[in-house]
């Protein structure tokens, strides 16, 4: 009786505390759900806005690079059409020449004096290319030998391609980022008191096949249910990525889906190979970046190689094995 009398006040206490248990999971989970609209919410009003294209001719509309016009008319997420695209305005702007033997398409260095003026994305695809020509003595490559290597690889290279481009866009004041730092760090200010609640719940759990109910530690459960909700919350506003449109960003799109528009309405276009870059010049290259000039697109791999066949340079010739 004695130690029952000892024991008697503390287990009521905690007995009276664990029955608060599902008020205070309930509350962990409508906080929570606040927590998701708001994220939610925040996603939809700082995604990029529509942009309307503007009338245009069949010309330049303006400086940017392919890259970059792939980006502003693609709702601000960069598409695979950029790297093609880069290629056949490198070839424009006379670092490469393009030629067709019979069907096959060959891309080749040209020799160059004087210093160069290109970006960082537009040098990996001309040191890609560079890379490759120097593997046979004839010193040009199959266009559909330009992979950028196994998906691991490529998946690398398109990532510090990515970034080139956007930092190049931002520069310009083309676009900024969706999910600033300072946004982020507010919604993980804003899950503290979620990661509370979950620890208050967490702290009235007991395991009900435990024959001694009282080995159950309210701290250790507390932190745990804290600390993932709070990790789990973290991630959530810590992953958020993506790039927004500007104001300058959203005319240079106008123009550019004018041009877009027009090019897709020629019957002619669509069907260029990539060696009449040597017509269409600098036009072909944002015709492909803004994924209308299809054959070139096709022409032009520049993405993971197959998993079945590949192209070897090995014994000094281009081939598919």
Same mark, same amino acid.
């Not at 490529?154 to 600033?180: E, I, M, Q, T």
């Not at 993932?228 to 991630?235: D, E, K, Q, R, S």
């Given at each position: 009786?004695?130690?029952?009398?000892?024991?008697?006040?503390?287990?009521?206490?905690?007995?009276?505390?664990?029955?608060?248990?599902?008020?205070?999971?309930?509350?962990?989970?409508?906080?929570?759900?606040?927590?998701?609209?708001?994220?939610?919410?925040?996603?939809?009003?700082?995604?990029?806005?529509?942009?309307?294209?503007?009338?245009?001719?069949?010309?330049?509309?303006?400086?940017?690079?392919?890259?970059?016009?792939?980006?502003?008319?693609?709702?601000?997420?960069?598409?695979?059409?950029?790297?093609?695209?880069?290629?056949?305005?490198?070839?424009?702007?006379?670092?490469?020449?393009?030629?067709?033997?019979?069907?096959?398409?060959?891309?080749?260095?040209?020799?160059?004096?004087?210093?160069?003026?290109?970006?960082?994305?537009?040098?990996?695809?001309?040191?890609?290319?560079?890379?490759?020509?120097?593997?046979? @003595?004839?010193?040009?490559?199959?266009?559909?030998?330009?992979?950028?290597?196994?998906?691991?690889?490529?998946?690398?290279?398109?990532?510090?391609?990515?970034?080139?481009?956007?930092?190049?866009?931002?520069?310009?004041?083309?676009?900024?980022?969706?999910?600033?730092?300072?946004?982020?760090?507010?919604?993980?200010?804003?899950?503290?008191?979620?990661?509370?609640?979950?620890?208050?719940?967490?702290?009235?759990?007991?395991?009900?096949?435990?024959?001694?109910?009282?080995?159950?530690?309210?701290?250790?459960?507390?932190?745990?249910?804290?600390?993932?909700?709070?990790?789990?919350?973290?991630?959530?506003?810590?992953?958020? @990525?993506?790039?927004?449109?500007?104001?300058?960003?959203?005319?240079?799109?106008?123009?550019?889906?004018?041009?877009?528009?027009?090019?897709?309405?020629?019957?002619?276009?669509?069907?260029?190979?990539?060696?009449?870059?040597?017509?269409?010049?600098?036009?072909?290259?944002?015709?492909?970046?803004?994924?209308?000039?299809?054959?070139?697109?096709?022409?032009?791999?520049?993405?993971?190689? @197959?998993?079945?066949?590949?192209? @070897?340079?090995?014994?000094?010739?281009?081939?598919?094995?």
């Amino acid at each position: 009786e004695a130690a029952h009398h000892e024991a008697g006040p503390g287990e009521g206490l905690m007995d009276r505390w664990r029955d608060l248990g599902p008020g205070l999971w309930i509350a962990t989970a409508a906080l929570a759900a606040i927590w998701v609209a708001l994220l939610l919410t925040i996603a939809a009003l700082r995604d990029p806005r529509a942009v309307q294209a503007t009338p245009a001719l069949i010309e330049m509309q303006g400086d940017e690079p392919p890259a970059v016009v792939n980006l502003v008319t693609t709702d601000w997420d960069l598409e695979h059409e950029a790297v093609p695209g880069t290629l056949i305005d490198l070839a424009a702007r006379r670092y490469l020449d393009i030629d067709m033997v019979g069907d096959d398409t060959f891309v080749r260095v040209r020799s160059r004096s004087g210093p160069d003026d290109l970006t960082g994305y537009e040098a990996m695809v001309l040191d890609h290319v560079v890379d490759l020509a120097s593997h046979t @003595s004839e010193g040009r490559v199959p266009a559909q030998a330009l992979t950028t290597g196994p998906e691991r690889t490529a998946k690398r290279w398109w990532k510090r391609f990515r970034r080139a481009v956007v930092a190049d866009a931002r520069g310009r004041d083309l676009s900024r980022a969706r999910w600033p730092v300072r946004l982020k760090v507010a919604l993980v200010l804003a899950a503290l008191p979620v990661a509370l609640s979950a620890a208050l719940a967490g702290s009235t759990l007991r395991y009900q096949d435990d024959p001694d109910p009282d080995s159950t530690d309210p701290a250790e459960n507390a932190l745990y249910a804290g600390g993932w909700t709070l990790a789990i919350l973290g991630f959530a506003a810590l992953s958020r @990525s993506g790039e927004r449109d500007t104001p300058r960003g959203r005319e240079s799109a106008a123009r550019w889906l004018g041009l877009r528009e027009q090019l897709a309405e020629d019957p002619l276009f669509g069907d260029q190979p990539p060696a009449a870059v040597a017509i269409w010049d600098r036009l072909l290259a944002h015709g492909t970046a803004m994924g209308v000039a299809h054959r070139v697109v096709r022409a032009l791999p520049l993405g993971t190689e @197959s998993e079945r066949e590949a192209w @070897s340079s090995v014994g000094g010739r281009w081939r598919r094995v």
